[in-house]
């Protein structure tokens, strides 16, 4: 026979973030599903601000495709863009972005480390 702790979940209710918030968090997360984008957001973790030809070329991905994935995480404030002249250049939106990808990949280093 199962109980319910109603204090408990009462807590933990209360807790949670609204259905927006969620919603918002699974579209990032979804963002961060993608092998396509993940290389694209780890090339700027690395490279710093850098343009769509770079990125491409240190991805193995097409300009296209890179400029699809770009576009995707601008829309979603995962990047941002400066333009000069005819050329645009981008970089991570913000230290949590730098934050999130950091601790992804530590905790997939730590898996590793517990096998």
């Not at 240190?58 to 863009?81: D, F, I, K, Q, W």
């Not at 601790?103 to 280093?109: E, K, R, V």
Request: with cysteine; glycine share 8%.
């Amino acid at each position: 026979m199962r109980v319910v702790d109603a204090e408990k979940v009462a807590v933990v209710s209360a807790a949670l973030p609204d259905g927006d918030t969620i919603g918002e968090l699974a579209q990032v997360f979804g963002l961060l599903s993608d092998p396509g984008r993940l290389r694209v957001i780890t090339a700027l973790l690395e490279g710093g601000e850098m343009c769509v030809c770079d990125i491409a070329a240190a991805c193995g991905n097409s300009e296209s495709a890179v400029s699809h994935a770009l576009r995707l995480l601008r829309a979603n404030r995962v990047v941002r863009v400066r333009r000069a002249g005819r050329m645009a250049y981008y970089r991570l939106d913000d230290s949590h972005v730098r934050m999130l990808l950091d601790l992804a990949l530590a905790h997939i280093g730590h898996g590793e480390d517990a096998e």
